[in-house]
């Protein structure tokens, strides 16, 4: 008896009936499609949401691996909190709703805890994936029908719920000693930044993803490389905050960072490469892509540089996933002109 | 001045040294499209003759969708070659026999004659055109029309009525080679031995489309018989094209905007604005009408895919059931589809002992039906696995690629990654357009959203990471819209240059 008879006996025994989509989803995770293409195109291509997934998860390895490293087994428990706690809410819809388990979740789940602060709680961890997923995805239907990307409404909520855990206390890689300082506040404060080296490497405090940056760089790469992500979204966000900053350092050099510093510093580059491009919140249009950048771009050196947060990234991205309907309507009008009648 | 993209040749501008120009430079192609790279089963450049089969299934529609009336009654004796069925309308289409023999039966299908079966007795003759030999190639224009209606060359304008428009009304021909497709019949055993009758084939269309420019289009596969062709074709008034083998460039949609520089009537055939685009089999029976006096009986069919012991051409007479061709070189394991001529939007054939292959076939592939993936096939490098997202190693290696029916994941709710929209060779949204047809919107926006743009070449289902059936719900929007009246004026072409229509026919 093979995997895929097993599977769909333990699917016909009534009392685990209800549990049929978790048998179903583990099949096609272990064996694949069962279904051949109906007529023409005969043939289809081997890209599949799984593999989609699969490989944003491998492009998150560096960060995740550096964060391990820096922040030791405490980093470990908090993605495995994140899926366990996030994983019980996405069983339970696919439940309720008879469909099969999302693979969106296995990113949504480990992007989570890496863009909290190395200090977080467990409970907060669980609290805010749970948040996440149910009012970031599930209550609009599911993924693909979500506005906001999960992670991101996850991190906002215990941002609001627990300010004291989640932007007053951080602590730098391989250190003790809590401090309220990244380089960003530093740069508010008017203090000495540390050298591009270590922010490059990412041993300075910060979330727990963003700070190995040529790790978050190549991962970006490789994800723009493999076609997964778009290139256009990533590009004028990061062209933006490097022509603005160096425009904004050049006019008021003590309120706005120079570009390297803007780069290299806070969830920026994470965010530019992993959130801002999640294909499902972010502009469909290759327009919009450019426009969402832009506009993400100004609002993440507004909010760093004129308002009482030191970082802007979360907020942006949310911001822009709220406009990204009305960009791609915009677009849209353009391209496509209403008939004259 | 218009844009370069509409920009319209001058076909008797060209020199000898543009000739030279355009089969070095670089190729042409359309934004949008995808290269089917490297899968397993390529058709060899070998040609089995499979001389007469014991019968032959004879369609009573032409390939222009011409219903014919059958001539013949039950039990009459035929010959290779005469005519056995006619058009009862304004085209003057007929059917020839393509083997000798006696008719076997008048086959019904929904209550009306569906085609003629016809026994062998396997004699390889055919009876030859009247009027045709060598010396009708330069004779005169009626001459060789004449000839070419009564050879049972399908969609050839001439005065006698044999097409949608008339002679008078081409304005362009098209000499299509270009392979784009995941398997294609190999045009170098096509057109390769035979440049000199190509080129005699163009000399004949030449003469009775006088007024009429010629293009040759072959994508970069097959860059060196450009070359060779144009040193042998005659002078002047041809253009050579050297075009990417970018999916679906082979469709006349897409020539004509790439080749010509000119919109595609849209809802209609390029033949309604007076372009005839042939494919090298069809000019090669041109030419062996006119000047062998040989009908059109017989057709060069790829074998292709993995489902066959050997990957042959074979020249089979017209009407031969698909079983007698592919059934002693199936492989014996495994359970195969069969598809005619592409696997993107070609028929499955389902009953391969009552399918005959046809006019237009040039293809039958057998591709293995995979009802079971392996372990983790997710994962896992994918040194065999096609696809457009670079996340397989088959990419960057020179390995086959293997091609089978499994859908290679579960459909999925859309996540906007945008695939379709780059591949889209009519630059439209299928993403944005599925969503409004599953919701059954049906009104102006999906027609703003160009809808009927599209040409229904199912690349966007073949890519899509959710594999979600694309393009049978933009058929479904299409047919919709079609049922509430709409009909597509191409705004490109004004309905005043379309030929060989009537304005009350419904496009689409």
């Known amino acids: 008896m093979n995997g895929t ?69 405490y980093a470990l428990a908090m993605i495995i909190t994140s ?57 609009f239907g599911g993924t693909g029908k979500n506005i906001f990307n999960p992670a991101l409404v996850g991190r906002l909520f215990v941002t609001i719920a627990f300010p004291e855990m989640l932007s007053a206390s951080w602590r730098a890689p391989f250190t ?21 080296r270590d922010l490059l490497f990412g041993l300075t405090p910060g979330s727990m993803g963003e700070l190995f940056r040529i790790g978050v760089i190549a991962g970006g790469l490789f994800l723009l490389l493999t076609r997964v992500s778009n290139w256009r979204l990533p590009l004028a966000y990061l062209a933006t905050v490097a022509a603005f900053s160096a425009l904004g350092n050049a006019f008021a050099p003590g309120k706005i960072a120079p570009p390297q510093i803007q780069l290299l510093t806070g969830g920026l580059l994470f965010g530019a490469f992993f959130m801002a491009t999640d294909p499902v919140t972010s502009p469909m249009t290759a327009a919009g892509k450019f426009i969402g950048g832009v506009m993400l771009g100004i609002v993440t050196l507004l909010i760093r540089s004129l308002s009482g947060y030191s970082e802007g990234v979360m907020f942006s991205i949310i911001l822009m996933n709220t406009f990204a309907p009305l960009i791609d309507h915009i677009v849209l009008s353009v391209k496509y002109k209403p008939a004259k009648r | 001045m218009p844009p370069w993209f509409l920009r319209r040749e ?33 058709p060899l450049s070998e040609l089995v003759d499979l001389g007469v089969p014991h019968h032959v299934i004879l369609s009573l529609t032409d390939p222009q969708g011409v219903s014919l009336h059958s001539t013949v009654q039950k039990g009459a004796p035929v010959k290779a070659g005469q005519v056995i069925a006619r058009a009862p309308g304004n085209i003057a289409a007929i059917l020839l026999s393509s083997v000798s023999g006696s008719v076997d039966d008048i086959r019904m299908a929904d209550g009306k004659p569906d085609a003629i079966i016809i026994r062998a007795n396997g004699s390889p003759g055919w009876t030859q055109i009247e009027m045709a030999g060598p010396e009708a190639a330069s004779g005169p224009p009626e001459t060789i029309e004449r000839i070419i209606s009564q050879s049972g060359i399908s969609a ?18 098209i000499i299509n080679g270009v392979s784009a497709d995941v398997y294609s019949p190999s045009i170098p055993l096509i057109a390769g031995l035979r440049l000199a009758d190509l080129a005699s084939a163009i000399h004949i269309l030449r003469r009775i489309y006088p007024t009429a420019g010629f293009s040759v289009a072959f994508d970069t ?40 520089g000119r919109p595609f009537p849209r809802g209609y055939r390029a033949i309604n604005c007076g372009v005839l685009v ?39 007479r017209v009407g031969t059931v698909v079983s007698d061709i592919v059934a002693p070189r199936l492989r014996s394991m495994g359970r ?63 390995l086959g690629k293997e091609a089978d029916t499994n859908l290679h994941g579960e459909e999925r709710p859309c996540i906007s990654c945008g695939f379709c929209e780059s591949v889209c060779p009519v630059r439209i949204l299928p993403s944005l357009l599925h969503r409004y047809v599953k919701r059954a919107i049906i009104d102006e926006t999906i027609l703003r959203y160009r809808i009927t743009r599209c040409i229904d070449c199912n690349l966007c289902t073949y890519v899509c990471t959710s594999k979600i059936d694309l393009a049978s719900l933009i058929r479904q929007g299409k047919a919709r819209i079609a049922a509430e009246g709409y009909r597509e004026v191409s705004l490109d072409v004004p309905p005043e240059r379309l030929k060989g229509i009537s304005l009350k026919e419904p496009a689409l």
């Open chain 2, 10 to 42: 001058n076909p008797a501008s060209r020199t000898a040294h543009d000739k030279e120009a355009a089969t070095s430079a670089r190729a042409r192609t359309f934004a949008g499209g995808y290269v089917f790279r490297n899968f397993i089963g390529q």
């Open chain 2, 336 to 398: 195969f589809r069969l598809v005619e001529n592409s696997l993107l939007t070609g028929r499955k054939i389902a009953h391969p002992a009552s399918t005959p292959i046809g006019q237009e076939t040039d293809n039958l592939i057998a591709v293995p039906e995979k009802e079971k993936e392996g372990f983790l096939p997710f994962a896992g490098p994918g040194f065999r696995k096609d696809s457009y997202s670079l996340t397989f190693a088959s990419r960057f290696l020179p």
């Open chain 2, 278 to 316: 042939l494919d090298i089999q069809t000019v090669l029976a041109v030419h062996d009408a006119v000047v062998l006096g040989k009908p059109a009986i017989d057709r060069i069919v790829a074998l292709s895919g993995p489902g066959f012991t050997r990957n042959t051409h074979v020249r089979a």
């Open chain 2, 221 to 260: 596969r097959s860059r060196s018989l450009l070359r060779e062709l144009s040193t042998a074709a005659p002078q002047g008034g041809i253009t050579f094209h050297l075009l990417k083998p970018k999916f679906p460039q082979q469709r006349e949609e897409m020539l004509l905007p790439v080749v010509l």
């Open chain 1, 176 to 196: 003790d000693a809590i401090t309220s300082a990244t380089p960003l506040n530093l740069f508010r404060a008017g203090l000495p930044m540390p050298p591009i």
């Open chain 1, 5 to 73: 008879t097993l599977f769909k006996r333990l699917g016909a025994v009534k009392s685990v009936r209800r549990f049929a989509v978790i048998f179903n989803t583990l099949n096609g995770i272990l064996f694949g499609a069962r279904t051949i293409t109906a007529g023409a195109p005969h043939i289809l291509d081997h890209i599949e949401i799984k593999r989609y997934m699969a490989l944003v998860i491998i492009a998150l390895l560096p960060s995740t691996v550096a964060a391990i490293v820096y922040f030791g087994w």
């Open chain 1, 83 to 139: 899926y366990v706690c996030g994983g019980i809410v996405e069983v339970a819809f696919a439940l309720v709703r008879k469909k099969d388990i999302e693979e969106g979740f296995l990113v949504t789940g480990l992007i989570f805890p890496l863009v909290l602060p190395p200090t977080t709680p467990l409970w907060v961890v669980a609290v805010g994936v749970a948040f996440g997923v149910f009012f970031g995805k599930e209550v």
């Open chain 2, 156 to 173: 050839i304008p001439t005065r006698f009525d044999t097409a949608a428009i008339a002679a008078t009304d081409v304005e362009s021909v």
